[in-house]
Every structure is written in structure tokens, then in C-alpha cells.
């Protein structure tokens, strides 16, 4: 199969063995047959491939604690958790053959994932102040709502406060992780000159 450029991002090029790649990782990791890849899904897997690269020419400036292989493995054995076949080491293996992937190529891929998240957290998560008043209004118009609706009795502020907090900050991470590549792409120079969809020759799906 002769490989072609998909995009590039400041002189770097992706290939749609990239692409291709980072299908079946995304497959495998969320339980998906590649064939329930719609296009717009395939697209925004090469979006996102777009944005890990600008992220990590922005890595090379930060100093933040990589992830272990230990710390991927362990996210590793959660997604194994999805497959019913995969209890044994023999049947993790078909799973991997399924998708054309290795064990190995799997965890430095997610220990890649990890990392761009603590990148994202270290530039983003210090600029995010939340206080009382945000905190006191996702209780009453949001929390409360869905305790009834569920028919759960009612927990004091108190007792939530520190997890509505967070998840609030989580919230408004991603809104400026939006903002943030936003950004970084309108000062790189990207190319994606008509992207043909990405091959899967030689991996089976379910």
C-alpha cells in the first residue's frame, strides 16, 4: 500500500498510516468496530491527531512529570475490562490482532495521551479560579434538579461543594483547551490537502 500525506502541521507530516493508527487505537481503547467509524468520526480522529501535534511542539517547552508505563498499563488493563474475550492473556492477544496492534505499542501510546493531558492541566488548570457564588448556582439550578429527578434526597452544599468545584474546573479546562488550539493552529501553518479516508488492510473488525 502506498502511504500518503494526510495533513501537515508546521512542516511535519501525517500520514494515513498515522491516521489509520490512531483509528484503531480509538477503536480499541472504547470498544468500537472500526467499521462504526462514520466519516465525520474518521475526521475528527485526524482533527484530533492535528491537535496532539501542535500539543506536543508545545511539550518540548514544558516541564511536567511524564507518565509511566505503569500508569498507562494500569489504564491499559481498564479498557482489557471491555472486552469479555480478553480475561485471558490469549484471548488479549486476539483482541490486539483484531485492531493490528501490540501490547507495547498500545501503552506508549496512551502513556502519549496521559502526557498531553498533564500538559494541558500544567498551562491551563492555574488560570481557573472558581468561586462561591459559580459554585452556589450549579447546586441550586443543576445538582438539586437531577438529585430529584432521580428521587435521591437532597444533600446539603456542603457536603458537594468541593466536587461541584471540580467539576466546574473540569468544564471550564476543556473550554479553554478549545480556545488554546484554537489559537495554535491560527498561528501554524496546517495543510490538509483533501484527506482520503484511512485504510485498515490487514486488521479484522468485529
Not at 496521559?114 to 492541566?121: F, G, K, N, S
Not at 437532597?154 to 461541584?164: D, T
Not at 474546573?169 to 491560527?186: A, D, F
Request: aromatic residues 4%; negative net charge; without cysteine.
Amino acid at each position: 500500500m502506498i502511504d500518503r500525506i494526510v495533513a501537515t502541521v508546521n512542516g511535519h507530516i501525517i500520514l494515513q498510516s498515522d491516521w489509520s493508527a490512531a483509528l484503531r487505537y480509538e477503536g480499541l481503547l472504547s470498544a468500537r468496530s472500526l467499521s462504526d467509524f462514520t466519516e465525520e468520526d474518521r475526521r475528527a480522529v485526524l482533527d484530533r491527531l492535528i491537535d496532539q501535534e501542535l500539543l506536543g511542539e508545545q511539550m518540548k517547552s514544558a516541564l511536567i512529570k511524564h507518565a509511566s508505563e505503569e500508569e498507562a498499563a494500569a489504564q491499559v488493563a481498564q479498557a482489557r475490562q471491555l472486552y469479555p474475550d480478553a480475561a485471558t492473556d490469549e484471548g488479549w492477544k486476539a483482541v490486539l490482532t483484531k485492531f493490528g496492534l501490540t501490547e507495547k505499542a498500545l501503552v506508549a501510546h496512551v502513556q502519549q495521551q496521559l502526557d498531553l493531558m498533564r500538559l494541558v492541566d500544567a498551562h491551563l488548570r492555574p488560570t481557573i479560579q472558581i468561586d462561591s457564588k459559580s459554585i452556589e448556582a450549579y447546586y441550586h439550578d443543576q445538582f438539586v434538579p437531577q438529585l430529584k429527578q432521580s428521587g435521591t434526597g437532597e444533600v446539603p452544599l456542603q457536603e458537594v461543594s468541593a466536587k461541584i468545584r471540580e467539576l466546574l474546573t473540569e468544564e471550564r479546562v476543556s473550554e479553554l483547551m478549545v480556545s488554546w488550539l484554537h489559537s495554535l493552529r491560527s498561528e501554524s501553518e496546517l495543510s490538509v490537502p483533501g484527506a482520503p479516508e484511512p485504510t485498515a488492510e490487514g486488521v479484522q473488525t468485529r
